[in-house]
């Protein structure tokens, strides 16, 4: 879904999960929530950072940015770890309306 100009945005139910911004470049902007243990220990990461508008308001989201970053199966797994985060956020009318 596009949400916000130049931006994919990847929902649970009504929640971001994921966006994928800047597709235009050679490494496309992946930005992802994640548990506070994971957030420490990726932001630290090089090619990762606080996610910039989200971070900065106290959310645990990081984003690749650069170079290393992580591997295609790291950050499938970062993305899927997003998605079960949000999804158990959600009502649990809404998680059975959804199949979760």
């Known amino acids: ?10 929902k649970v139910g009504d929640k971001m999960f994921a966006l994928c911004s800047g597709q235009d470049h050679a490494l496309p902007g992946i930005t992802f929530k994640t548990s506070a243990l994971d957030y420490e220990v990726l932001r630290e990461m090089p090619g990762l950072r606080p996610a910039p508008y989200l971070a900065s308001r ?43």
């Open 1 to 10: 879904m596009v949400q916000w100009q130049g931006s994919d945005v990847w």
């Open 58 to 100: 106290g959310m645990k989201w990081i984003q690749r940015h650069d170079h290393p970053g992580l591997s295609d199966e790291d950050l499938r797994q970062c993305i899927t770890d997003s998605h079960r985060i949000v999804a158990s956020g959600l009502s649990r009318k809404k998680r059975d309306e959804l199949g979760l």
